[in-house]
Each structure stands twice: as structure tokens, then as C-alpha cells.
């Protein structure tokens, strides 16, 4: 069985930063990729990052320069670091992850089959 568990969230001011971790457990190997999603209630879920097991990463427009993702494949953790924040990323974060190699360019929910069960970011002045 896999779990997948966030932390990290927290409330910051508009410029600060936070750094999410998705630690995951049940992985036969570290050849798996990771997503990071955002949800704000009464939208849909907006993909913001991802990394396969090459290392290559995706970024959302919205997030590019400001947000880098990676992954410690020895501890089995991946990370969020989140720079310059701002208002609009304030949302519920949540890490998931799929037993695959490689990631389409966009990747959806529906390319993942494990979730994280969320944390919080809030960024307000």
C-alpha cells in the first residue's frame, strides 16, 4: 500500500517562502513521479509542479522562476520549495505520485493513482 503525507504548509506574507514535503511510503523502488497540485475550493485543480524519475520537470505559468520541485530518491521525499509567494497561491496543496518513468508534458490528476491528504498555504499580509 502507498501513502503519500505533506508538510510544510503554513502561513507566510506576500515575498516569503515555504518549502512542501511529500514523503511517501509503499514504493516498491524511487522510480516513480511526483506531482504537486493546488486547489482552491469552488475551482479546479490546477497541476503546479511535477518531476519523473529522470528528474525532468514541469512547471505552471504561474509558478515558473518562483517555485523548483525535486525529489530525494534515497529518503523517498519529494519537495516544493515556493519563493516569492503571493496572494493568489494561497490554496490546499497536495502532493501525488505514479509508479511510471516518465510524465506527459501537462500532467493531470488523472495521471496519478496515489494522493497526499493536503496542506494548507496561506498568503496574506
Known amino acids: 500500500q502507498v501513502l503519500l503525507a505533506e508538510s510544510g504548509g503554513g502561513s507566510v506574507q506576500p515575498g516569503g517562502s515555504l518549502r512542501l514535503s511529500c514523503a511517501a511510503w509503499g514504493f516498491v523502488s524511487s522510480f516513480y513521479c511526483v506531482g504537486w497540485f493546488r486547489h482552491v475550493p469552488g475551482k479546479e485543480r490546477e497541476g503546479v509542479a511535477s518531476i519523473d524519475t529522470d528528474g525532468k520537470t514541469t512547471y505552471a505559468d504561474s509558478v515558473k522562476g518562483r517555485f523548483t520541485v525535486s525529489k530525494d530518491n534515497a529518503k523517498n521525499i519529494a519537495y516544493l520549495q515556493m519563493n516569492n509567494l503571493k496572494p493568489e497561491d494561497t490554496a490546499t496543496y497536495y502532493c501525488?505520485?505514479?509508479?511510471?518513468?516518465?510524465?506527459?508534458?501537462?500532467?493531470?490528476?488523472?495521471?496519478?493513482?496515489?494522493w497526499g491528504q493536503g496542506t494548507q498555504v496561506t498568503v496574506s499580509s
Open positions: 501525488a505520485a505514479e509508479a511510471r518513468y516518465y510524465l506527459p508534458p501537462r500532467p493531470a490528476p488523472t495521471d496519478f493513482e496515489y
